[in-house]
């Protein structure tokens, strides 16, 4: 699960951040959720391996 944030707006982003820290599976059913101008949300997923 990929990750990449924009701090400007998405006028530009951050570099990519491996989230499940894993190269060998695939990420199904990931869904970010936030609320309002937080900072902070939640993602959630599950990995499949191959």
Do not use: W
């Amino acid at each position: 699960m990929l990750f990449r944030a924009s701090t400007d707006s998405v006028v530009t982003f951050g570099d990519k951040i491996n989230l499940s820290n894993t190269t060998n599976a695939e990420s199904v059913d990931a869904m970010i959720d936030a609320e309002g101008d937080t900072v902070g949300g939640h993602l959630v997923g599950e990995k499949q391996h191959s």
